[in-house]
């Protein structure tokens, strides 16, 4: 059974910057990638950044490239997801998973999930 628990949503004006985090538990956190899904009400799941096993390798959705950084520490069993410039267009909750590391940014490949943390965005 693996545990996975994001942390570090708020409140923040737009161009603003939030830190998220997903700690894990299970001692294969390593072996798995890592994502990051978002759903707003009444909104479809939206994939967001994925991350392999490694660290190595990343990819992101089109709409937060150059402002979303996926990344990794495996020794804490954990994952982030660095947000700058944010726009409102990202208030959402977002959601830490695992999966495998070519098709985990389809929702319903992933076999575990966390609870979500708010991030919302001012305008």
């Known amino acids: 059974q693996v545990q996975l628990v994001e942390s570090g949503g708020g409140l923040v004006q737009t161009g603003g910057s939030l830190r998220l985090s997903c700690a894990a538990s299970?001692?294969?956190?390593?072996?798995?990638?890592m994502g990051w899904f978002r759903q707003a009400p009444g909104k479809e799941r939206e994939f967001v950044a994925a991350i392999s096993g490694s660290g190595v390798s990343t990819y992101y959705v089109n709409s937060v490239k150059g402002r979303f950084t996926i990344s990794r520490d495996n020794a804490k069993n954990t994952v982030y997801l660095q947000m700058n410039s944010l726009k409102p267009e990202d208030t959402a909750v977002y959601y830490c998973t695992r999966g495998s590391y070519f098709s985990i940014n389809k929702a319903t490949n992933n076999d575990y999930w966390g609870q979500g943390t708010q991030v919302t965005v001012s305008s």
């Open positions: 299970g001692r294969t956190f390593s072996s798995y990638a």
